[in-house]
């Protein structure tokens, strides 16, 4: 006979923001160290409401800025919500989605691309269902995420 330790931890599937690959996470984890590279990868979704300028910020979550927010950065997130002004090169696994009055200035790729009348955007964009990118850019600095 077989015990039974309780009920199935919920998981749900995320692309690792260092190598690409995807891994099964806890549906609650925070973060986690990715089992192929062995790097540690946040999960958390990030709300920014003032000025954030960091080299790289990665999270396999959602990154929501809002509208007096302005952020300076190399992102590489699940989702990204723009209202207020992104300034460097996007890849998103999901969705990008930018309101109107809002500015991207950057290449950006993902998978779904959501533009509201009035956004202001400059760069190169690659949308593309089935997107995945062939490597992850290398961070020098562990400045991903303040």
Sequence with gaps: MVANSGPALETRE?????????????????????????QRVIIEDVKIKSYH??????????????????????????ELVVHGKVKGDVVALGLVSISKR??????????????????????FYRVDPSFVPKTAPAAEDDDEFA
């Design 102 to 123: 809002a500015s991207v200035v950057g290449d950006v790729s993902c998978r779904a691309l959501a533009i509201e009348s009035g956004a202001e955007l400059s760069g």
């Design 14 to 38: 995320v692309v690792c923001t260092h190598c690409d690959r995807p891994i099964a996470i806890p549906a609650t984890a925070m973060s986690v160290s990715c089992r192929h590279c062995h």
């Design 53 to 78: 300028a960091v080299v790289r910020l990665a999270t396999a979550g959602r990154v929501e800025v809002g509208k007096k927010a302005q952020v300076v950065a190399q992102l590489r997130v699940n």
